[in-house]
């Protein structure tokens, strides 16, 4: 019962606290009350968990909105916010965010290559800058179940599209494991419990 000696984490070829970086993209109220892919409260409560994943473990996090200061859209929704504190939030008016340079040089000043990314809509907002980024060298972990579509089919043709050009979908419960990996590591052990089984989670208000 003996852990090998720890990978370097940078050069780990899974997710580590080390070598990813998570993106938040568009998680605003008129987004969520789009969405028809599931379940708008299960999909709040997944993103506030991988949010609370990005803290425990320590990730860089690029926050990003579309449309704040045109007065055409509202913040960040409250629940995540809370999460995430007084992090900056790159507003664009593009809806590929990889083509707004704010953005595209915060994903860049992390100096990580595995991006961890939320986005909705999945057929535009995720794909689009998860497709982009993929061309330019970086691997692409989109959460499949903390993003959403305005259809059912809408959400898993644009997945579809995203494996297919090299993307690795992962679930909120694969994201939390695969960068805990290892009981040893005490520190994270309470918080994995807490975020993955539901206590304390933050809920609408």
Request: hydrophobic share 40%.
């Amino acid at each position: 019962m003996t852990s090998e000696a720890i990978r370097d984490p940078i050069e780990d070829g899974l997710l580590t606290p080390q070598n990813a970086c998570l993106v938040i993209i568009d998680y605003q109220p008129i987004q969520i009350s789009s969405i028809g892919s599931m379940d708008h409260q299960q999909l709040t409560d997944n993103m506030v968990r991988v949010a609370r994943i990005g803290k425990t473990y320590g990730l860089p996090i690029v926050l990003s909105t579309v449309n704040v200061a045109s007065g055409k859209n509202k913040p960040t929704i409250e629940p995540l916010q809370h999460e995430l504190g007084n992090i900056p939030s790159y507003d664009r008016t593009t809806i590929n965010a990889w083509e707004d340079t704010e953005f595209k040089a915060a994903v860049k000043a992390t100096g990580r290559k595995k991006l961890i990314m939320t986005a909705l809509w999945t057929e535009a907002c995720l794909t689009f800058p998860s497709l982009d980024a993929l061309r330019e060298g970086y691997e692409v972990y989109p959460v499949a179940d903390a993003v959403g579509g305005t259809s059912v089919e809408a959400h898993q043709i644009a997945l579809r599209r995203i494996e297919q050009a090299g993307g690795q979908l992962i679930s909120v419960a694969q994201l939390i494991c695969e960068l805990q990996r290892d009981w040893i590591r005490k520190e994270t052990e309470k918080p994995f419990v807490d975020i993955l089984f539901g206590s304390g989670m933050v809920k609408h208000t």
